[in-house]
């Protein structure tokens, strides 16, 4: 089994009211950034590091999760594709005042989450992901 890492945060985890409304949601989000579901298992879905199962009747996550883009042009199709999967704009696709070529959009997803998408401009990674393989 591999894992992709890059940076600080290991996984999210959201809590959601309806499974099946969050994964449409999540599924058009995620394909508009050039991904997908990977993991669709019964009781939640995972996609990277991102986990999303039911509250089982207890409170749903109230966060802020950024998702990384390659481009512009992958915020504008996020906006898009959010709205047309349920979700609510939150901010329009444009630049904000963060840093210098910082470009994003925020939408609400069916839960009140605030997802973003931002891009920071020009960059180069010196990889796409870490990878780890885990086991003896």
Do not use: W
Request: proline share 7%; no cysteine.
């Amino acid at each position: 089994m591999q894992f992709h890492v890059g940076r600080l945060i290991d996984h999210v985890h959201l809590r959601v009211a309806d499974l099946g409304r969050s994964k449409r949601f999540y599924r058009a989000v995620l394909q508009a950034l050039g991904r997908d579901i990977i993991v669709e298992a019964p009781g939640y879905f995972s996609a990277d590091e991102l986990f999303v199962s039911p509250s089982d009747g207890g409170p749903v996550s109230r966060v802020h999760l950024a998702l990384q883009t390659a481009g512009r042009e992958q915020v504008h199709r996020f906006h898009e594709a959010a709205i047309a999967a349920g979700g609510r704009d939150n901010g329009a696709p444009g630049e904000r005042q963060y840093h210098p070529g910082y470009y994003a959009a925020f939408v609400l997803d069916p839960d009140g989450n605030n997802i973003e998408a931002v891009h920071h401009g020009p960059s180069q990674r010196s990889a796409p992901s870490v990878v780890i393989t885990a086991g003896p």
